[in-house]
């Protein structure tokens, strides 16, 4: 009998036994979480980070679909998220029904829009304008940004974040709020897209893993996020995905 095949034996019989780690995302946050279509499968930052505090953990990454408008419903519904990943900003709101780890990634708000008007939509002022299309995903913090800040504008809510930057590019719409890593990755990906001041955005706020209230691996994930974020893992993934 060949060494390899015990050694397949013997993986397959752990990973038989071993637990599931049940990982809610949305899937439609690049460069963080993306599913895509045709085969189903998950892919970024917070993926490879995912995969990487379940074999921490001894477990099976399994992912399940969310969206940020079931978002918090979906973790504090029993036995269906133990984790929840995929850019989730940190907010008193969340915080009042669920645990967040430590901050992992600083982010805020900030324009994307194309070139031709990257130099009209600089402040908050120059978008809350009647005329100015204002187009956002659904369920998320960018929703309630646009609308608490852009009255006077047009504002489309959009169901679909991964085709909305397709409304951009197709003078659809006129200018997306969303998180500077997100604007800086898709102008990377569409060079006729701007991502206006990422590093000077309109906010600040922390991206951290989410856990049902008084989950008991809380204290676990974030004993393995601290040393993530110092013994290279996350800025090996992070790099992989923004450079």
């Known amino acids: 009998m060949c ?3 015990s050694r ?12 599931v780690l049940r990982i809610c995302t949305t899937g439609d946050y690049k460069p963080l979480s993306y599913r895509d279509p045709k085969t189903g499968q998950y892919a970024g930052i917070d993926i490879d980070m995912a995969n990487d505090l379940a074999a921490h953990l001894g477990r099976i990454a399994t992912f399940v679909a969310t969206t940020w408008g079931s978002l918090m419903t979906d973790v504090g519904a029993p036995g269906r998220c133990d984790v929840a ?27 994307l829009t194309t070139a031709a008007n990257a130099d009209g939509f600089h402040s908050i002022d120059q ?6 299309r204002v187009i956002e995903n659904a369920g998320g913090t960018n929703e ?5 800040n852009f009255p006077n504008a047009t504002l489309t809510i959009w169901q679909d974040n991964t085709t909305v930057f397709d409304q951009l590019l197709e003078g659809k719409a006129d ?3 969303t998180d500077a890593i997100e604007a800086s990755y898709q102008a990377k990906q569409h060079p006729e897209l701007v991502a206006v001041h990422p590093d000077t955005p309109f906010t600040t706020d922390h991206k951290a893993f989410l856990l049902p209230k008084g989950s008991q691996l809380t204290a676990q994930t974030n004993e393995w996020l601290a040393q993530a974020l110092t013994n290279g893992t ?10």
Not at 8 to 19: G, L
Not at 127 to 132: A, D, E, F
Not at 234 to 243: E, H, I, L, P, T
């Open 175 to 177: 200018v997306m709020i």
């Open 234 to 243: 996350f800025s090996r993934f992070y790099n992989r995905w923004m450079q």
């Open 8 to 19: 397949e034996q013997t993986a397959a019989r752990h990973s038989s036994t071993a637990e």
């Open 85 to 111: 990943v995929g850019g989730i900003s940190k907010t008193p709101a969340r915080e009042q029904l669920a645990d967040f780890t430590q901050p992992y990634l600083t982010s805020g708000k900030t324009p």
């Open 3 to 5: 060494a390899s095949c």
């Open 144 to 148: 309630q940004f646009a609308k608490q």
């Open 127 to 132: 978008i809350n304008q009647h005329g100015v």
